[in-house]
């Protein structure tokens, strides 16, 4: 099958553009660090077949809700290589988590509640996840009033140590690890150097004796001009090292999502009708912006088009629209570009992340999904249909 024969609106994951990543990242971590794992953010790309392959692939599964951890199960994840985060956790999939060897960081009080519920003779290690407010942390990488975070208990406040205490009167509960995990604005590296820096503020105020430190994730991937997988890490490393920890005692874990699922994944629309509407050339195509930018941010798209035929004909404004109801399902404006027909088809590139998990039920349902491989493409999920939907 080739890329003409793809059925639209679909993604396509290019599979060998999903294993350099992955491979990349682990050269990186394998240069510094003896211990480490990646763990993979399942809430930025879900895709049953793309979590089987980085399960493949060595990557742990980080996830955040009850339903996240069953669906690691599912798809091969072993119990201890899974990164259970998140205050989207309920009471059996916690337990059943720390009983088995996975890497659970607290985010609620209640946990703490529930590890009482665990066999008194065995022992057991948890983590717990620290607040982190970029503002005072890292205020030239912090988003305009979202300095502060929601997430973790206050080292600031003494919420923190009050939740490691309580750990700590479960006599067969080891804290073994703190989870410091922070989205930016900036992606730099800087950031991760003040992470860092704060983690040991924290390990040596309260003298704690641990066995990982998770880091999270809100790394760039593959993108000119931003830091690569090897500088992420040698800034974690070298900022580890410079407050005295022994990198060699101490299991580190990196959360990538963005950075790793996506420059793999493309979106194929076609377009469907054209028409004049005032002074404006409306293009319609069957794909929507809910597929390519379910925040309603971006400003334009790494994109292709491919045309049915030359065009010679030049348009002063195209305005390319969803096939929605919503007005305001507008993707991007073509200025002084040769007239889009019908039947032509664009190409959205890197859109791997928080798109396909966001795209919602609206009006059309989830799209079908395709592999691209040496020969060509291969189909990986069907569209949905009403079938799927019913229960």
Sequence with gaps: MQLSNLKTPCFILDSDKLISN???FKRALNSRFSNHCIGYSIKTNSLPYMLH??????????VVSYTEYALALQVGFEK?????????????????????????NIDTKREI????????????????????????????DAKEGESDSRFGFSFENGELE???????????????????????????????????????????SLGLELDYIDVGGGYFGDKPNAPTYKEYVDTIYSSLLEEGIDVSKMKVI???GNAIVASPFSFLSEIIDTKKIGDSQIIVTDGSRNDVDPFFLKKDYFKSFIRKQEEKVFIDSQMVVGCSCLEYDKLFTLQNQPLLN??????????????????????RFFPRVYLKTLNGYEIIREEWTVNDLKQ
Aim: proline share 3%.
């Design 80 to 104: 201890s290589h899974i990164v259970y985060n998140g205050p989207a956790k309920d009471k059996e999939t916690f337990l059943d988590a720390i009983k088995n060897g996975a890497y659970v």
């Design 22 to 24: 992955v491979l990349e």
């Design 342 to 363: 019908v039947g032509d088809r664009i190409l959205y590139q890197n859109v791997g992340a928080y798109t396909m998990t966001l795209s919602p039920l609206f009006i």
């Design 254 to 256: 990196v959360e990538p």
């Design 162 to 204: 009050e939740a490691i205490n309580k750990i700590q009167l479960c006599k067969n509960v080891k804290l073994g690890g703190l989870h410091l995990h922070r989205t930016s604005l900036t992606r730099s590296l800087n950031v991760y150097r003040n992470i860092c820096k704060y983690a040991i503020r924290i390990i040596n």
């Design 53 to 62: 392959m980085l399960n493949e692939l060595g990557c742990y599964a980080e």
């Design 113 to 140: 509640e529930w590890l009482n519920n665990l066999n008194k003779q065995h022992s057991y290690k948890v983590g717990i996840r620290v607040n982190l407010n970029l503002g005072k942390i890292s205020p030239e």
